[in-house]
């Protein structure tokens, strides 16, 4: 099978039906975040590498970026605005995907004494007044019309879930976006919201090592026919092999719970991506860099995985990699193309149980949705 041929997955269904590529190009990986992003020209020509490829699914958000100088708060919005000249070319080659509701995002770089803080002191917006001015603020840097998916980022824990998908639903009516998606939300609030308009897909963590969301919201969104796109598929990169502690001391992953303290122990879990991937040969856009020469890589067996596992679960799956490099996403969306051996399926499912540490970046539970189920 080509990379053109592989089956295009439809999140959601009627009128909030969204067609999109086999994975999607997550965007925050660009301008910051893991080891500092890359000059936006240098992105740009990334993502047209990788939507020449047929990776057309764009997935951003008004917080990813560094804030310019002079920033007065608020999100940080220079991810979008990187993106707007490419938009300008190719609006109609690519799904536009971003979010609003985080108001404040503290993923800290290391200290002085070298030791990174954990994350503290996130918030969140979620009235509807907030959600008419943050569309118009995204609108506006993207240089756009209309947004195809427009996510609530986090839902807010001081406004019931009915009143910002209610205000985001005028939104629609209005064709600034054209369908709702929610992000890191329980299968009750994702009920709640549903029962107020169409949910196009839901956008949670969801790879080989972060699996809470198979517990309730996975079940919740093949009974009402929303898609599911798996955020950090890759783990932030740890399940791809290619990572190394010393790379990770330097940006905010190393004061994680797994790949700080627990990067030794969860070596184990990785041994088992590298064995499946060196038993499958060598498909397009493969480097083999991180599984042996002639080989599938481990992030094309990651993200394989996801795509077995949505299809037992009978929901529409879109992983959003990101990469600053064209060639690994080429070599991601090779990786759609594989299909894994029920075996394969099963030894990969004991990942997560040899994994040291939980997937929360952040001080508070409840900002992830499994701390609030
Ligand atoms: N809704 C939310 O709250 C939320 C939270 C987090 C992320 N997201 C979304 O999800 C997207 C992806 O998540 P993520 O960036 O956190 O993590 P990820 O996709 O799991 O991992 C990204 C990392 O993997 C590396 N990588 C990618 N492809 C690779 C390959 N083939 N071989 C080796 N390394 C590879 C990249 O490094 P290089 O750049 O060096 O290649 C990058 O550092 C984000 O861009 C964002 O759009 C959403």
Known sequence: MTTTSIP???????????EVSPIGFGCMALTHIYGGGVADDAARATLDAAIDAGITLL???DVYGEPRAGHRGGPAGTNEEMLAPLLARRRDDVQLATKFGITGLSVAAPNAGGEVPRTAGNSTDGRPEYARRA???????LGVETIDLYYLHRPDPTVPIEETVGAMAELVAQGKVRRLGLSEVTADELRRAHAVHPITAVQSEWSLWSR?????????CAELGVGFVPYSPLGRGFLTGTLTREAVAKDFRGGTARMGA???????????????AGEIPQVCGASGASAGQGSATQSQVALAWLKAKGHRFGVATVPIPGSRRAARMVENLAGAAIDLTDDQIARLDTVAGLVTG???????????????E
């Open 135 to 141: 569309v118009e603020a995204s609108l506006a840097r």
């Open 8 to 18: 295009r997955p439809i999140l959601g269904a009627g009128a909030a039906a969204l």
């Open 59 to 61: 997935d951003t958000a």
């Open 262 to 276: 627990a990067w030794d122990a969860n070596q184990a879990a990785l041994a088992v991506v590298k064995e499946v």
């Open 212 to 220: 809470d969301v198979e517990a309730h919201i996975l079940p919740a």
């Open 358 to 372: 939980t997937r929360n970046i952040n001080d508070n539970p409840q900002w992830i949705s499994s701390g609030r």
